[in-house]
Every structure is written in C-alpha cells, then in structure tokens.
C-alpha cells in the first residue's frame, strides 16, 4: 500500500509534529493551522484546517488532529 503524501508524525515532548510531505520533511507543527501553512506552502493555496482534517491524503500517526502531547 502507497504511503499518503502527507505524514503527520507523533507529537514530540515539546508537543511539535513533524510534517512530511512527498518525501521531505517540511517541519514540526503545533497545530492544525501549522499543517494547513505547509500544504499552503507546498502549492495547495486552498488548503485551510478543515481540509487538514478530513483529507484522506495525510497519514496521521500517533493520533489524529486533535493530538498534540505525547
């Protein structure tokens, strides 16, 4: 099975997630507005934090988008 484009990493100490996307770490995010940046960033220009949670594209590991402690 393909991996999804996006990967949402388990929270870390510091409560950050890294974020990848297609292959490449694009950074650690506190919350959902910080995934919505990176896919803004990355060329989704629409992406906004509802996209971020319904999306079937990101593999959410450790938890999903309400998850951010350890």
């Given at each position: 099975m393909?991996v ?23 950074g650690?995010?506190?919350s959902?507005?910080d995934i ?7 060329g989704?220009?629409?992406?906004d934090?509802?996209?971020v949670v319904?999306?079937l594209?990101?593999e ?7 998850i951010?402690t350890?």
């Amino acid at each position: 099975m393909a991996v999804p484009p996006v990967v949402i990493f388990p929270p870390d100490d510091d409560g950050g997630r890294r974020v990848r996307i297609d292959g490449a770490i694009v950074g650690r995010a506190h919350s959902v507005q910080d995934i919505a940046r990176y896919l803004q960033e990355a060329g989704l220009q629409e992406a906004d934090e509802m996209d971020v949670v319904r999306s079937l594209l990101i593999e959410w590991r450790g938890g999903g988008p309400d998850i951010w402690t350890p």
